[in-house]
C-alpha cells in the first residue's frame, strides 16, 4: 500500500516533515511512505490558470495524490488555522471537485506544534476541508505539542504507529475486520 | 378513465414499480429554507403484500453538481462504499386509502427500522389496460443515525441542516401480467 506524505511546513528542518520521516520508518510491513516535496513549488491558486491541464507542478500533485492508495498529511498551526501554502496546495488539488484526486481518497491528518496543543485547530481545519474535498478522513488524531522537546519519543512512535493503522484500516476495512 | 377495483385490502399479487411514474425524494431545513433533491434510478415492488425498493445513490440528483459530488462523498452517503438505499417492509396496514408500512431502512451500509405513512390509490385500471396502484408515502429519519453528521454552523450559532429528512415515495406500481 503505497501512502503519500504531505507535511504543510515548507522549512528543512521542519519537525512535520520530520514526524512524516518518523511515519515512514514506523510504517507497517506492506506500507510504503513517499514524500511530496512539490509544495512550495503551487502557485497560487487562480481560476484564471485553472484549466486543463492545470500548471505542471499542480498535475504533479493530482498525479501523485491520484496514484497513492491513502494520504498522510502533517500540519503545522499558523495562527490558529491551516499553512496558507497547504490549504493553497488542496484548493488547487480539489479542482474540479467532482473528480478531483481526493473523493474518496482515505486520509489522515496529524500535527506538531512547539506550543502545547500540537497543531489541534490546525488539524481540525483541515479534516473539514478535506471533508468538503470528498476525502475519506480517517478517525485519527494526534497532536505532538513541545514537539521540539520530544523529538525521537517512543510515545511519539507509538502514536504514529497507530495512525498508520488507523489509516491502514480506513483504506482497505475488508482487510481490518 | 379507470376503473376502482378494490380499495379496502393491500393488493396481492407482484407489482413492479413504473419509474418513470414514481419519484422518490428527500427534504431536509437547510438555514431558513427546504433543500430536496431526488434518486433516479430505483426499483420498487409489491410481492404478495411485501414493498421492497432499492435506489442507487450515484442517481443523486440535487440542483447543483457540486453539491451532489459532496453528498455523495464519505461525509454523506459514501456511494463508493454503499453505493445503494434499500427498504424491505415488514407490515402493511391498510384502513381504507390511508396506508402504514413497516420496514428496514438501510442506508449507509446500516439499518434501522422505520415507517412509511401516506395514501394508496386503486387499484385501478389504466387507459391501456394495465393495472396500477398508487402509493404516496413518507417518513422523517435522523441522518445522523445513519452516520451522516455533517454540519455548519450558521452566525447565530444554530446549525445550518437540520438533522430530521423528510423522505418521499411518490410510487406507481403496474400489476405484473
Same mark, same amino acid.
Not at chain 1, 512547539?114 to 500540537?118: D, E, M, R, V, Y
Given at each position: 500500500m503505497k501512502v503519500l506524505a504531505i507535511s504543510g511546513s515548507l522549512r528543512a528542518d521542519s519537525h512535520n516533515t520530520a514526524l512524516l520521516r518518523m511515519a515512514a520508518e514506523e510504517a507497517p510491513r506492506g506500507v510504503e511512505l513517499e514524500l511530496w516535496q512539490g509544495l512550495k513549488e503551487i502557485p497560487p491558486y487562480d481560476a484564471d490558470d485553472d484549466?486543463?491541464?492545470?500548471?505542471a507542478t499542480v498535475e504533479a500533485l493530482r498525479d501523485a495524490v491520484r496514484a497513492a492508495d491513502a494520504v498522510l498529511i502533517a500540519t503545522p498551526e499558523y495562527n490558529s488555522s491551516v499553512p496558507g501554502a497547504l490549504k493553497n496546495a488542496l484548493d488547487w488539488a480539489s479542482r474540479p471537485l467532482a473528480t478531483n484526486p481526493f473523493r474518496n481518497k482515505p486520509v489522515a491528518v496529524i500535527g506538531s506544534s512547539?506550543?502545547?496543543?500540537?497543531a489541534v485547530w490546525a488539524q481540525a481545519e483541515l479534516r473539514k476541508v478535506l471533508g468538503a474535498m470528498g476525502a475519506r478522513v480517517a478517525e485519527v488524531e494526534l497532536a505532538v505539542g513541545h514537539v521540539h522537546e520530544r523529538v525521537d519519543e517512543e510515545d511519539v512512535r507509538a502514536g504514529l504507529r497507530d495512525s498508520l493503522e488507523v489509516l491502514v484500516a480506513t483504506a482497505q476495512p475488508a482487510l481490518a475486520a | 378513465m379507470s376503473t376502482t377495483i378494490e380499495q379496502t385490502a393491500t393488493p396481492t399479487g407482484t407489482w413492479n414499480a413504473d419509474t418513470v411514474h414514481s419519484s422518490l425524494a428527500f427534504e431536509v431545513p437547510y438555514a431558513v429554507a427546504t433543500f430536496s433533491g431526488e434518486v433516479t434510478d430505483f426499483e420498487v415492488s409489491l410481492t404478495d403484500g411485501a414493498l421492497a425498493g432499492k435506489a442507487r445513490i450515484a442517481s443523486l440528483k440535487v440542483k447543483d453538481e457540486n453539491l451532489e459530488t459532496h453528498l455523495q462523498s464519505p461525509e454523506f452517503f459514501d456511494a463508493e462504499r454503499h453505493p445503494e438505499l434499500t427498504f424491505i417492509s415488514t407490515a402493511i396496514r391498510r384502513e381504507g386509502d390511508s396506508v402504514e408500512i413497516d420496514g428496514d431502512l438501510t442506508l449507509k451500509g446500516i439499518t434501522q427500522p422505520a415507517t412509511l405513512t401516506g395514501t394508496i390509490t386503486g387499484p385501478a385500471v389504466d387507459h391501456f389496460g394495465a393495472t396500477r396502484v398508487g402509493f404516496k408515502l413518507q417518513t422523517v429519519i435522523d441522518r445522523t443515525q445513519f452516520d451522516m453528521k455533517w454540519n455548519m454552523p450558521l452566525? %447565530?450559532?444554530?446549525?445550518?441542516?437540520? %438533522?430530521d429528512v423528510t423522505l418521499k415515495a411518490d410510487l406507481t406500481l403496474v400489476q405484473e401480467a
Open positions: 484549466g486543463v491541464p492545470g500548471p512547539t506550543g502545547a496543543f500540537g | 452566525p %447565530n450559532g444554530e446549525p445550518a441542516l437540520a %438533522n
